[in-house]
């Protein structure tokens, strides 16, 4: 009997017909307690995203880990304003009418990342579906920017699904990121009812498109908002088949009451379990755990990445535009 058959034993399966979770929140486990962010180096991360007017999704989506990361001088940029155009039923970052692009920011991004001397970073935006090309064009200005600023930084990029339009997906590509990411979010049942304007097999096109242009790809799933065990598995599965480099499995937490509560609180050993799993379904590496988020400990990935991309499978996608090393 494979590994994977016998996890699956040891985790508890809900019912297949489980919905989104809509109940009264209830008080979290000790195990995902966190400590009020302060400290020298968040401090100083704080006042400079100030500065340059930047965003952070550390700060627009309530990350639980901004304390952590920001003193070990680790931040995820968001781009293309602080304001969405969707309103998935997870999310805590502002719905509305965004603001004009600002086309000044990828200089300000870059400045500021070759400022901080980061080994690695990532970045994020908002969804633009208000741009014809969703704003791929304000991501590979600030991919280039950065490359020539800091280019020994290894960039990471967790993109929108640009309504599924593969050639703005191309266009963030040639600008050669390190680690191209978008996340699926949950599993196929329950993704319109979590994320509402998305789709799960449109975001895994996105994903396996970039996969086929050889790009380092990464994912990410929350847990705890009504699927079962079994649905974790075969997104797992697919995600194996796919050749992924790396995936984030994490507990989701619920912003307020006007989101999605939480359904059930998934146990460290689960988490355990299921990294393993997923290495044995043949994922390249795994952070898992009740306080994963898409950029946990992104920040220490750099020599991964390195190893990663010397695999022959692994073709980079836009050396043309990116200087030297």
């Not at 998935?88 to 509305?96: L, S």
């Not at 498109?209 to 974790?232: N, S």
């Not at 499995?249 to 299921?274: D, I, W």
């Not at 306080?291 to 996608?317: D, K």
Request: charged share 25%.
């Amino acid at each position: 009997m494979c590994y994977a058959r016998s996890v699956r034993t040891h985790l508890p399966v809900l019912p297949s017909t489980a919905p989104p979770a809509t109940v009264r929140p209830r008080k979290h486990p000790d195990w995902l307690r966190v400590r009020f962010p302060d400290g020298e180096n968040y401090r100083q991360v704080q006042r400079r995203v100030r500065e340059l007017a930047l965003h952070t999704v550390c700060q627009s989506a309530s990350c639980p880990n901004i304390g952590e990361c920001w003193n070990n001088r680790a931040l995820t940029i968001m781009i293309l304003g602080d304001i969405c155009t969707r309103s998935c039923r997870f999310c805590d970052v502002k719905t509305g009418r965004p603001q004009p692009v600002d086309e000044g920011e990828p200089r300000r991004v870059a400045e500021m990342l070759a400022e901080l001397e980061l080994n690695h970073t990532v970045i994020t935006s908002v969804d633009r579906d208000d741009l014809r090309d969703g704003g791929a064009r304000i991501w590979a200005e600030t991919l280039r920017a950065c490359h020539e600023q800091a280019p020994a930084m290894t960039l990471e990029v967790l993109v929108p699904d640009f309504k599924g339009q593969l050639e703005q997906v191309d266009t963030v590509l040639d600008a050669d990121p390190d680690v191209f990411a978008h996340n699926l979010e949950t599993v196929p049942r329950l993704s319109r009812e979590v994320r509402v304007q998305a789709r799960y097999d449109r975001s895994f096109a996105v994903l396996r498109h970039a996969r086929a242009r050889g790009a380092l790809t990464k994912t990410g799933i929350m847990l705890g908002l009504g699927e079962t065990i079994d649905e974790v598995h075969d997104v797992i599965d697919e995600l194996g088949a796919l050749g992924l480099s790396i995936l984030t499995l994490g507990q989701y937490l619920a912003p307020s009451r006007r989101h999605l509560q939480v359904a059930r609180y998934v146990t460290p050993q689960e988490f355990e379990n299921l990294r393993r799993y997923a290495l044995e379904a043949g994922v390249d590496h795994v952070e898992s755990g009740p306080l994963v988020r898409s950029s946990y400990h992104a920040e220490g990935q750099a020599g991964l990445i390195a190893r990663l991309q010397a695999r022959p499978e692994y073709g980079r996608v836009g050396f043309a535009s990116r200087p030297s090393r």
